[in-house]
């Protein structure tokens, strides 16, 4: 076939000992050949070519393959029993594919396998104890299935070599048995290099007694595990114990039982005390989450110590007291987070953090003004939120110089003074903002978004939420008509202020706003008709103003039929509403034959008696003042 000419060539080469053809855009793998000449082949390489094939039958004669590379293709099927004819493997990787169905019971026969690697299939049902006769198995990934059953002790029989696990699960059905991780697991003699069960909902307590080899990473995330946070050697750089029940102290020697730690994520336990002084000997630490647990205490003064931090989330605790001035020293940091808390007094300079990110320190009582250096030193932030603070003064300019900024909240706090006329200098809210996704490794924000009074939490798609929230403050003049351009908005929130004028003409150009709220303020003047071209509008409040004249009509705004979107604006008319709307307009009463009919109506209809009678008496007076004056 013209489609596979690259194999027939290959086909000719009867020594060939190795073909590597990774990312090389192949277009298929033939599923027969006449027949195969390059049997003394030890290593293929065939990943990232996007094969949409079965594993073709022909693969399975090349008996001396030691190594077998298929990763991020889209092959599907099943793995079928011949797999175990390649009994020189050491090396098999087919991870990022299409696979389906379980292992086949003669994965056994692969003794000599080092390294097996099935992440991000489709496979499902039980994983086979064959599994336990890879004795020289040393890494072991199935992350990323669907698989089911138990994972029992005849599953490590053999496997003494084992450094290296991962069987992170996408079934709530995959269990350890009665979803306890049996005694028998935690006393292998293991020495591990990785372990990863995390997402399978395993309960009881985890021992001490692992141990670990150099560089070793550790995810026990998002299970039922409950007790002290465990304690193991200080080989280990990469820890996450988030989303278990972990509870008690955080251990006051962490930072001398595993000083090399480079990613700390204990998150979403109950665990309480204080942070420990002896998180400054983690010198090497570049990301450290601790929110959502019983945290108390002050924040400790020890952040000179570790200079390579990129993120800090220690939100959703009870902490007191101030942000500490060393804080600031943080050159590399890009995110901190440490929102509802019980912080206080003002913020510190932040300015030699020049390249923060994300930076939330709302729900907390700080005070003071806004530092203007925020505007001034951080270019690359995408995330302010100070909401729910006692922050007072005016919104500093300088924040309008954030030119990546694309959610900004400053919510409910006492701020004065007007809306800068500048804000259409924030430009990541007119175009599309990228890069802030995971941008640290094992860590990507979270942030809490009011939207209709409810709070919404955003991780992983954070950079899809285009907001402004202003709400709850004392700002006073006009809307600014800049703001109109900011056409990336998602949400608009105006309320609870003392803003005046007019709502801006062109506030129809924000035609991806899907939240409008510019309720109990002083605006005046009718709504703009442009309004009606915000087609993705779905929650609107105009509530409590002094807009006068007629509701605008057409697209979303024939949905708007909730009666306190208007209500509090005494002058509107022509309310688009089922049960009708009061029309409180102080204009004249014009007789009609309609009571139902509304004032444009009644103007109409004068009008038009008015010019009848005017043309009836010019035509009568034409017509018959000419015959009275010719008689005369």
């Known amino acids: 076939m013209a489609t596979s000419y690259w194999l027939p060539t290959v086909n000719m080469l009867t020594s060939l000992v190795e073909l590597h053809l990774p990312s090389c855009r192949l277009p298929m793998l033939p599923l027969t050949l006449p027949s195969i000449n390059f049997t003394s082949l030890l290593v293929l390489d065939l990943s990232k070519n996007k094969f949409t094939s079965t594993i073709p039958p022909w693969l399975f004669n090349l008996t001396e393959l030691e190594m077998l590379d298929l990763t991020d293709n889209n092959l599907t099927g099943k793995l079928l029993d011949s797999l175990g004819y390649l009994k020189s493997l050491r090396y098999l990787d087919l991870s990022y594919n299409s696979f389906q169905d379980s292992i086949p019971k003669s994965i056994g026969n692969l003794t000599s396998l080092e390294e097996f690697d099935l992440a991000w299939n489709q496979m499902s049902g039980i994983i086979l104890e064959s599994?336990?006769?890879?004795?020289?198995?040393?890494?072991?990934?199935?992350?990323?299935?669907?698989?089911?059953?138990?994972?029992?002790?005849?599953?490590?029989?053999?496997?003494?070599?084992?450094?290296?696990?991962?069987?992170?699960?996408?079934?709530?059905?995959?269990?350890?048995?009665?979803?306890?991780?049996?005694?028998?697991?935690?006393?292998?003699?293991?020495?591990?290099?990785?372990?990863?069960?995390?997402?399978?909902?395993?309960?009881?307590?985890?021992?001490?007694?692992?141990?670990?080899?150099?560089?070793?990473?550790?995810?026990?995330?998002?299970?039922?595990?409950?007790?002290?946070?465990?304690?193991?050697?200080?080989?280990?750089?990469?820890?996450?114990?988030?989303?278990?029940?972990?509870?008690?102290?955080?251990?006051?020697?962490?930072?001398?039982?595993?000083?090399?730690?480079?990613?700390?994520?204990?998150?979403?336990?109950?665990?309480?005390?204080?942070?420990?002084?002896?998180?400054?000997?983690?010198?090497?630490?570049?990301?450290?989450?601790?929110?959502?647990?019983?945290?108390?205490?002050?924040?400790?003064?020890?952040?000179?110590?570790?200079?390579?931090?990129?993120?800090?989330?220690?939100?959703?605790?009870?902490?007191?007291?101030?942000i500490p001035r060393t804080l600031g020293s943080l050159t590399s940091l890009k995110y901190l987070i440490v929102s509802s808390n019980n912080l206080s007094g003002e913020v510190p300079s932040l300015k030699n953090c020049s390249d923060m990110r994300i930076l939330d320190l709302g729900d907390n009582k700080f005070s003071g003004l806004i530092p203007a250096s925020i505007g001034e030193s951080m270019p690359s932030l995408k995330i302010l939120c100070l909401r729910n603070n006692s922050f007072t003064g005016s919104i500093p300019l300088q924040l309008c110089g954030l030119s990546t900024l694309h959610i900004l909240d400053l919510s409910h706090n006492n701020l004065s003074g007007n809306i800068p006329h500048c804000i259409d200098n924030l430009s990541g809210l007119k175009y599309e903002v990228k890069d802030i996704g995971i941008e640290v490794y094992g860590y990507q924000g979270r942030l809490g978004v009011v939207s209709k009074g409810r709070v919404l939490v955003y991780d992983s798609i954070l950079y899809l939420v285009y907001s402004i929230d202003l709400s709850d403050n004392n700002l006073s003049g006009e809307i600014p008509v800049g703001i109109t351009s900011l056409i990336k908005l998602g949400t608009l929130n105006l309320s609870m202020n003392h803003l005046t004028g007019n709502i801006p003409a062109n506030m129809g150009n924000l035609g991806l706003v899907e939240i409008l709220d510019l309720s109990m303020n002083k605006l005046l003047g009718s709504i703009p008709q442009s309004m009606v071209s915000a087609t993705f509008l779905n929650h609107l409040n105009l509530s409590y103003n002094n807009l006068s004249w007629k509701i605008a009509t057409g697209n979303q705004f024939q949905t708007f039929v909730d009666p306190s979107i208007y209500e509090g604006n005494a002058s509107l008319s022509g309310c688009l509403l089922p049960i009708g709307c009061q029309d409180n307009k102080e204009a004249p009463q014009i007789p009609s034959g309609d009571g139902g009919e509304d004032d444009d109506s009644k103007l109409e209809k004068l009008q038009f008696i008015i010019s009848m009678v005017i043309g009836f008496c010019a035509g009568f007076w034409g017509v018959f003042g000419t015959f009275a004056v010719k008689r005369f």
């Open 131 to 322: 599994l336990g006769e890879l004795s020289s198995l040393v890494s072991f990934d199935i992350y990323g299935n669907t698989w089911e059953g138990a994972i029992t002790e005849a599953h490590f029989a053999k496997l003494g070599g084992l450094r290296r696990l991962s069987i992170e699960n996408n079934s709530p059905k995959f269990l350890w048995i009665s979803d306890t991780t049996p005694d028998w697991f935690w006393q292998l003699v293991l020495q591990l290099d990785a372990l990863d069960i995390a997402f399978n909902q395993l309960s009881g307590r985890v021992p001490n007694s692992l141990r670990f080899s150099c560089n070793s990473i550790v995810d026990l995330s998002s299970n039922r595990y409950e007790g002290p946070l465990p304690l193991w050697s200080s080989n280990i750089t990469v820890l996450y114990l988030s989303d278990n029940l972990f509870s008690g102290p955080i251990p006051h020697n962490i930072g001398q039982v595993m000083p090399h730690l480079t990613h700390l994520d204990i998150s979403r336990n109950s665990l309480s005390g204080s942070i420990p002084l002896s998180f400054g000997n983690l010198s090497q630490l570049t990301t450290m989450v601790i929110s959502n647990n019983h945290l108390s205490g002050e924040i400790p003064h020890f952040w000179n110590n570790i200079p390579f931090l990129l993120a800090i989330d220690m939100s959703s605790n009870s902490l007191t007291g101030k």
